[in-house]
């Protein structure tokens, strides 16, 4: 069964880094696609930013320069490096995969990890 498992999010000042990590498990043909998104209170889910199994990565224009996607896949782990954090950055942040099973790709979700930004 694939699970993902995020962590590193936190209470931060304005202006300070974070670090969040998502773990895949379960996995046995690989992973596609992997990602971020984000989801403040009473706003929708909105990408924060994708890697692929390539390498090419896309970003949200509000984290471009402050943020950075990576991944190692020999770990199956996605992390993202979050620097000068606004509290506009306050969300629930979410691990996203696109997992591949013998026949298809399924699309996965992580629990969420809840990043706050606030003096």
């Known amino acids: 069964q694939v699970q993902l498992v995020e962590s590193g999010g936190g209470l931060v000042q304005p202006g300070g880094s974070l670090r969040l990590s998502c773990a895949v498990s379960g996995s046995r043909f690989g992973i596609n696609t992997m990602g971020w998104y984000r989801q403040a209170p009473e706003k929708q889910r909105d990408l924060v930013a994708t890697i692929t199994s390539g390498g090419s990565i896309n970003y949200a224009d509000s984290v471009k320069r402050r943020f950075t996607i990576s991944r190692d896949n020999a770990k199956n782990t996605v992390y993202l490096q979050m620097n000068g954090l606004k509290p506009e950055d306050t969300a629930v942040y979410y691990c996203?995969?696109?997992?591949?099973?013998?026949?298809?790709?399924?699309?996965?979700w992580g629990q969420g990890t809840q990043v706050t930004v606030s003096s």
């Open positions: 996203n995969a696109d997992v591949r099973a013998a026949w298809a790709v399924y699309n996965y």
